[in-house]
T-cell receptor, first 110, second 113 residues
């Protein structure tokens, strides 16, 4: 199967700091998705990216679809305690298969 | 509405029990998925249904039996499970166009005793 390398694995930051995480792959994807998951809940879709080079924002979150179509990053600006959770990237080639990164666990200290 | 619902929220079962997990979506999506997720790991794909037909089975043991009664519903029938099958079971749905966005349900926390 396809491997997505997501980094960092975990982050401990102070409230108000900006955060950046990314996913890379050796394969090309048609779509990149970013999810946030809180304990005991399902992943919630944050941002969907459909075109190479696309930069999309959702409030304090900004994500980009890499030009090579093999990578994507997610930035969170001015973090707050409720940003705590695990963030997953997912690369999609077709609707049948969604490949997930290993997750970035974000801890925010008030 | 981008909601996928799952019932039950929690399930505890013995190794000889038979139970079912249920999933429903009303977004008109024609692809539906079952994933298994262990703590602090990404979701692992189990099954994909496309237009109500099983299109992918990721070598899942036969004690898990999926069913798609119609385009809005997806079930996962469980029988003779093992303690190592305890996990969060997630249902998801997606469209079948180029805008392949997948939405997850809240999951069923399964504990096998």
């Amino acid at each position: 199967g396809q491997q997505l390398n997501q980094s960092p694995q975990s982050m401990f930051i102070q409230e108000g700091e900006d955060v950046s995480m990314n996913c890379t792959s050796s394969s090309i994807f048609n779509t990149w998705l970013w999810y946030k998951q809180e304990p005991g809940e399902g992943p919630v879709l944050l941002i969907a990216l459909y075109k190479a080079g696309e930069l999309t924002s959702n409030g304090r979150l900004t994500a980009q679809f890499g030009i090579t179509r093999k990578d994507s990053f997610l930035n969170i600006s001015a973090s707050i305690p409720s940003d705590v959770g695990i963030y997953f990237c997912a690369g999609v080639y077709n609707f049948n298969k969604f490949y997930f990164g290993s997750g970035t666990k974000l801890n925010v200290k008030p | 509405d981008t909601e996928v619902t799952q019932t039950p929220k929690h399930l505890v079962m013995g190794m000889t029990n038979k139970k079912s997990l249920k999933c429903e979506q009303h977004m008109g999506h024609r692809a539906m998925y079952w994933y298994k997720q262990k703590a602090k790991k990404p979701p692992e794909l189990m099954f994909v249904y496309s237009y109500e037909k099983l299109s992918i089975n990721e070598s899942v043991p036969s004690r898990f039996s999926p069913e798609c009664p119609n385009s809005s519903l997806l079930n996962l029938h469980l029988h003779a499970l093992q303690p190592e099958d305890s996990a969060l079971y997630l249902c998801a749905s997606a469209g079948t166009t180029n805008t392949d966005t997948q939405y997850f349900g809240p999951g069923t926390r399964l504990t096998v005793l």
